[in-house]
């Protein structure tokens, strides 16, 4: 049973910086892309970032290139988003997601493509 468990969010102001992890269990972490959405009060969920299997391979959407990482432990199945500059406009429930198959070609920014999902951690950015 794969799991994924977010943690990391909080109320931060205007500028500021948070790092969220993402601890999985229940398979072989490396051998699976992860990424990270968000969903804002009112809308869709969107595309944030996401590591290819291994972590050789990185993507990102336009709103939090230069802001955003992500990076991976996978000694310790754990996936991170180091989010810096924060803006308002960041404020969401942030969650990680993974495909259901292994070793990927690319880190894909598709919801559809991720079988497993986090309980989700608020991220709350003051102006």
């Known amino acids: 049973q794969v799991q994924l468990v977010e943690s990391g969010g909080g109320l931060v102001q205007a500028g500021g910086s948070l790092r969220l992890s993402c601890a999985a269990s229940?398979?072989?972490?490396?051998?699976?892309?992860m990424a990270w959405f968000r969903q804002a009060p009112g809308k869709e969920r969107e595309f944030v970032a996401a590591?290819?299997?291994?972590?050789?391979?990185?993507s990102y959407a336009d709103s939090v290139k230069g802001r955003f990482t992500i990076s991976r432990d996978n000694a310790k199945n754990t996936v991170y988003l180091q989010m810096n500059s924060l803006k308002p406009e960041d404020t969401a429930v942030y969650y990680c997601?993974?495909?259901?198959?292994?070793?990927?070609?690319?880190?894909?920014?598709?919801?559809?493509?991720?079988?497993?999902w986090g309980q989700g951690t608020q991220v709350t950015v003051s102006s």
């Open positions: 997601a993974a495909p259901e198959l292994p070793y990927s070609h690319y880190a894909s920014s598709q919801e559809h493509d991720y079988r497993y």
């Open positions: 590591s290819k299997w291994g972590g050789s391979s990185t």
């Open positions: 229940g398979r072989t972490f490396s051998a699976y892309a």
